[in-house]
Each structure stands twice: as structure tokens, then as C-alpha cells.
């Protein structure tokens, strides 16, 4: 199973949707995802796949509240050995930041 396929059905099993897959047709992304809480319309988080550029291979996955540069990050890692727990924690990151920032969007 790709990376992608695992990461998105982590966030599903979390009540996230992905709303719009895009890239910003820059050499350092492969592509980003906007992705929705399923119990909030207003909460949104862009989850970015970024390359390796000696590899071309996507070599860390960010979340984001916007595309802009220097937006802070909510949580990011880096792809490679202990994938599975690595995306636990990205996801668990997520969630705390969707905690925090839900009261707004109520």
C-alpha cells in the first residue's frame, strides 16, 4: 500500500475528508491535499508531500494551515523507518491542533 493510501486512510479513520488533491507545480512538491474535518465545515488543513531533490522520491509529509511561505507547520515527518508510528504521531498532532482550533468553527 502506498504512502498516501495509508496516510489518508488514517486521517479518515480520525473524520478527516480530503476535499481538493492540487500541486503548486513547484519542483520541491509533489502534490498537497486540503483536507476537512467531517464535523466542521470551517476547519481546514493543507497536508503537503515534499521531494527529495537528489531522489525525486517524496521524502516528508507536512500539514499546514495554508499554502503561503513561512506558514507554521502543525506537524510534519519524515518518510522512512518507523512509518507507521511516524504517521500516528502526525495524525495525533493533527488532532491536538483540530482540538484547539475547532472552538472557532463552532
Do not use: C
Given at each position: ?37 467531517k464535523h466542521s465545515?470551517g476547519l481546514k ?62
Amino acid at each position: 500500500m502506498s504512502i498516501k493510501v495509508q496516510i489518508k486512510n488514517e486521517l479518515h479513520k480520525n473524520s478527516w475528508d480530503i476535499i481538493l488533491k492540487d500541486s503548486l507545480n513547484e519542483w520541491w512538491e509533489d502534490e498537497h491535499w486540503l483536507i476537512q474535518w467531517k464535523h466542521s465545515q470551517g476547519l481546514k488543513i493543507y497536508i503537503q508531500f515534499l521531494i527529495d531533490s537528489q531522489t525525486n522520491d517524496v521524502w516528508l509529509v507536512k500539514a499546514v494551515n495554508g499554502l503561503e511561505a513561512n506558514v507554521p507547520e502543525i506537524a510534519s515527518f519524515s518518510i522512512g523507518r518507523k512509518f507507521q508510528t511516524k504517521l500516528k504521531e502526525f495524525v495525533i498532532e493533527i488532532e491536538k491542533y483540530r482540538k484547539v482550533s475547532n472552538k472557532q468553527f463552532r
